[in-house]
């Protein structure tokens, strides 16, 4: 069975990736699978301690620490349990039936990677926990997802909003390209006004490529509006959807005409950090 998995921390975000995951799913009609990692920080007890108080220690202040390792571990694990509770409570409420919950210890990107096989969409806040004190800067976790997942990565933004139009930031490349194909054949966008943008010269080549996209996206029967824009890609990707009123930006997470690195392609980065709307990422 298929499912959409959402990636809950207890942060300010994990309301809207609930919400993002509820929308999603109901589309596609599949499960939704909430998952609350406890990095290994947090499940993992702290070593002895006792080389460090000094010899003389009494005994009772090591069984003392031991017992507040072991509360604290209590504590960690029932915050967890609670996270997971309120996200079911809040998918229920946007109308999800089948929900199953997941608590694990480990390592985040180890959990999806196991997870994933048989997912259709992983959905993942913009930021973390630290999101109120790091506005400019993108969650560590979000890279290192989007780096390892084979699926798509719905990017879930502050606030949740309901879409009806999704813009394709499309280059002509492989990533760029799947988002195309799942444009004409996904219930996902079903029913979604779609744009496709190409940021690039006005050339003959150029056209001819979103010509192609357009044909390729409009085959489910949608509604397709293609522009070819020059400038700056951030810039003009984010002028366009303020001006066109785009609720969703889907692009690859690497650009085709970069050397693929060890970090979400730079276009990719500034426009996840600068958009207001969520983002779907292709590999």
């Known amino acids: 069975m298929t499912k959409v998995i959402a990636l809950i921390d207890g942060s300010i975000y994990s309301q809207s990736v609930c919400d993002h995951a509820a929308w999603a799913a109901k589309r596609i009609e599949t499960p939704v699978e909430i998952v609350h990692v406890l990095g290994r ?10 080389g460090s108080i000094g010899l003389g220690a009494r005994t009772a202040l090591l069984e003392e620490l031991a017992a ?3 509360e604290r571990a209590k504590l960690i694990q029932k915050r967890g349990r609670a996270i997971l509770a309120a996200a079911r409570e809040r998918m229920e409420a946007d109308g999800v039936t089948e929900i199953q919950e997941r608590l694990r210890h480990g390592d985040l990107i180890e ?8 997912a259709r ?36 933004n502050r606030a949740f909003k309901e879409i009806t139009s999704y813009v ?17 054949r ?22 001819r490529k979103l010509d192609g996209a357009k044909a390729l996206a409009a085959a489910g029967g949608g509604s397709i509006t293609t522009s070819l824009e020059q400038g700056q890609p951030e810039e003009a990707i984010t002028n366009y959807i303020d001006r066109e009123g785009c609720d969703l930006l889907v692009m690859g997470a690497y650009g085709h005409s970069r050397m693929r690195t060890l970090i979400i392609g ?16 292709f590999r």
């Open 41 to 50: 920080r947090e499940a993992i007890a702290p070593a002895d301690l006792s």
């Open 68 to 70: 507040l390792d072991t």
């Open 111 to 118: 959990t999806v990677n196991e997870l994933e096989e048989d």
């Open 121 to 156: 969409l992983v959905v993942i806040g913009k930021r973390g926990e630290a999101a109120d004190f790091a506005k400019l800067h993108l969650g560590s976790n979000l890279e290192r997802v989007v780096r390892s997942s084979m699926k798509p990565v719905l990017v879930a």
């Open 168 to 184: 394709i930031a499309f280059d002509g490349g492989t990533s760029a390209m799947k988002a195309v194909d799942m444009a004409g």
């Open 186 to 207: 996904s219930p996902f966008f079903a029913g979604l006004k779609g744009h496709i943008l190409m940021v690039g010269q006005p050339t003959v080549e150029n056209q």
């Open 266 to 281: 730079s276009t990719t980065s500034e426009m996840v950090r600068a958009c207001r709307v969520p983002v779907l990422l």
